[in-house]
Structure formats: structure tokens, C-alpha cells
């Protein structure tokens, strides 16, 4: 049975970590494909620059990477995120997803209902994995 990650990785007791990610299928990543001779090199500085800016969005250093024709590697460093206020979260998950409507108005410092102000909360807990009522 999987483990789930949140009980694989302990960042206290290491935030580096040694990832992989392979194609499938025999699928081709980056470099010429010998089966068909076209070329996928332009790929490389796609998977680059989309590394670089899952970084910042994670609070994730890239400390090495290396992209092989149908698999990659890279080595991370986790950051603590417990210096990020909530608005800083929730801007950095508006990068990847679209936010509810209350969540955007918060990030804008409109005025929110008391109820709103707990729906705020609700995707943080759990994106940020801290309990309700957490002040930060």
C-alpha cells in the first residue's frame, strides 16, 4: 500500500531531496529521437523554465537538475514556509489555480464578511497543513 508523502519526508531531519521523473511508454523528453530522427531539444528549456517557476511558487530551491532524453533529475531543497503570511499562500497558489472569488478579494484587502474570512481560511489549512485557527 502507498505511503502518503507527508509521512515520507521529514524536513527536519533533511529538506534535501533527490527526485526523479520519467516518461512512459517509451515517450521521448528532450534530444533526438533515434526511432524517428525528429528533434525535441527545444523541450529542454521548456522543462527548465517550468522548473524555475514551480520553484518560487513552492518555496523550493533547485539546488541540480539534469534532463535526459526520457527522464530527468533534480535535486531540491525544501524551504520553510512558516515565514509566509496567508496572502503570500494564497498569491503564490493564484499562479497555479484560479481562487475563489472571496479569496481574491482578500489578496486585494476588500472588505470580507466574517464567514468569508473563514472560507479564507479553509484552503489554507490545507495547502499550508496547520490547524484551524492558527494565527500567523
Known sequence: MAVARKHLISITDTPYY?????C?????????????NK??????????DRMQFLAGVFS???????????HYHLV??????NDLT???VLSNWSELCILPGYCQRYLC?????????????LPLIEWVDYPIGHER
Open 18 to 22: 533527490h527526485i526523479i521523473n520519467r
Open 24 to 36: 512512459v511508454r517509451r515517450a521521448f523528453l528532450c534530444g533526438r529521437d533515434a526511432s524517428t
Open 39 to 48: 528533434s525535441y531539444e527545444h523541450r529542454r528549456q521548456w522543462i527548465v
Open 60 to 70: 523550493i530551491d533547485i539546488c541540480a537538475y539534469a534532463i535526459m532524453h526520457n
Open 76 to 81: 531540491l531543497k525544501v524551504n520553510s514556509i
Open 86 to 88: 496567508d496572502k503570500q
Open 109 to 121: 484587502a476588500d472588505a470580507l464578511t466574517a464567514f468569508e474570512l473563514k472560507l479564507v481560511a
